[in-house]
Nanobody, 122 residues
Framework: VQLQASGGGLVQAGGSLRLSCAAS????????MAWFRQAPGEQRELVAG???????KYADSMKGRCTISRDNAKNTMYLHMNSLKPEDTAVYYC?????????????????WGQGTLVTVSS
C-alpha cells in the first residue's frame, strides 16, 4: 500500500489542523493505520492509531486534543488536531501495518507516507 500525507502547515498556538493520509493499493480496510510524528533530534513517536474496526489509541500528550478517523470507502485516514502547542511542531507521518491492533513502536509499521510538516508558532 502506498501512503501520502497532506494537510500540514503553519498554525498559531491554540489553532487547529486536519491532516489527511490517502492510501492506494489493495485492502486499505484491512490495515491498522496510525499517525506518528518526529521533531528535530527526537525519536519518532505515536500520535494516534486506528484499527480496521475503528478502535483508537492516543498518545497521552494528545488525548483530548486530537481525533483520528478513517473512511475505508475513500481509502483515507484523518487526524484532526486542536489546541495546538509549539511542542506539537514536528513532521507527521502516516503509517500502516497488519497486526490487528495499534502498536506504539514504529518498527512494527510496514508502510510509511512521506511526512507533512506541522509548525506551531507561539
Amino acid at each position: 500500500v502506498q501512503l501520502q500525507a497532506s494537510g500540514g502547515g503553519l498554525v498559531q498556538a491554540g489553532g487547529s489542523l486536519r491532516l489527511s493520509c490517502a492510501a492506494s493499493g489493495r485492502t486499505f480496510g484491512g490495515y491498522v493505520m496510525a499517525w506518528f510524528r518526529q521533531a528535530p533530534g527526537e525519536q519518532r513517536e505515536l500520535v494516534a492509531g486506528i484499527t480496521s474496526s475503528g478502535t483508537t489509541k492516543y498518545a497521552d500528550s494528545m488525548k483530548g486534543r486530537c481525533t483520528i478517523s478513517r473512511d475505508n470507502a475513500k481509502n483515507t485516514m484523518y487526524l484532526h488536531m486542536n489546541s495546538l502547542k509549539p511542542e506539537d511542531t514536528a513532521v507527521y507521518y502516516c503509517a500502516a501495518q497488519r497486526m490487528n491492533r495499534v502498536l506504539v513502536s514504529s518498527r512494527f509499521y510496514e508502510y510509511w507516507g512521506q511526512g507533512t510538516l506541522v509548525t506551531v508558532s507561539s
